[in-house]
């Protein structure tokens, strides 16, 4: 059965860093792209970055681009958001999402959750 | 504000059904059948109920349906049951340079 899951999440203070990681199980991971998807507290859900099965595409929010970089390892199936200068609006549930098809439109499979919380 | 428009809250009693509306441009909802919808429960990850506008994944109950016209899609909910009750989020494929645009979301209460 497909799994994801998250961890990395924490508080940090505005400005710092964090690196989210998503460990993929039970399909075929190198042959998906994966998302990652945010929920500010009491919030709608907000796509934040995808990349493509074999990493030779990545796209951003606009909301996060420059300062969040996605990546994957396919030998360790694992998913990465790395993710500086952080903002107080950055606060939210990381989700990691397994794509349908490899369109980046439909999320099929989704992690847990990780909190992230920036404040001072 | 959210690129697709779906109503803030919906109800109904159980066995009833409901439509929960979700209005996009010629861009994304109109121009591709490639809406999907999520079901989240409180403090629960989502999960994917309808894609490609009207299939549904195995194991999802077949009480959830899709369907689209022009830019608007829609997901009804027939014999409301009270664990139906949770947000529904719809997404869209888009031809801009972003994945995964959703609606505001919906609050579905079951009376």
């Known amino acids: 059965q497909a799994q994801l899951v998250e961890s990395g999440g924490g508080v940090v203070q505005p400005g710092g860093s964090l690196r989210l990681s998503c460990a993929a199980s039970g399909f075929t991971f190198s042959s998906y792209g994966m998302h990652w998807v945010r929920q500010a507290p009491g919030k709608g859900l907000e796509w934040v970055a995808f990349?493509?099965?074999?990493?030779?595409?990545?796209y951003y929010a606009d909301s996060v681009k420059g300062r969040f970089t996605v990546s994957r390892d396919n030998s360790r199936n694992t998913l990465y958001l790395q993710m500086n200068s952080l903002r107080a609006e950055d606060t939210a549930v990381y989700y990691c999402?397994?794509?349908?098809?490899?369109?980046?439109?439909?999320?099929?499979?989704w992690g847990q959750g990780t909190m992230v919380t920036v404040s001072s | 504000q959210s690129a697709l428009t779906q109503p803030a809250s919906v109800s109904g009693s159980p066995g009833q059904s409901i439509t929960i509306s979700c209005t996009g441009t010629?861009?994304?909802?109109?121009?591709?059948?490639?809406v999907s919808w999520y079901q989240q429960h409180p403090g629960k990850a989502p999960k994917l109920m309808i894609y490609?506008?009207?299939n549904r994944p195995s194991g999802v109950s077949n009480r959830f349906s899709g369907s689209k016209s022009g830019n608007t899609a829609s997901l009804t909910i027939s014999g409301l049951q009270a664990e139906d009750e949770a947000d529904y989020y719809c997404s869209s494929y888009t031809n801009s340079n972003t994945f995964g645009v959703f609606g505001g979301g919906t609050k579905l209460t079951v009376l």
């Open positions: 990349i493509r099965y074999d990493r030779s595409n990545k």
């Open positions: 490609d506008v009207s």
């Open positions: 010629s861009s994304d909802v109109g121009g591709y059948n490639y």
């Open positions: 999402a397994k794509d349908l098809k490899d369109r980046g439109d439909t999320f099929e499979i």
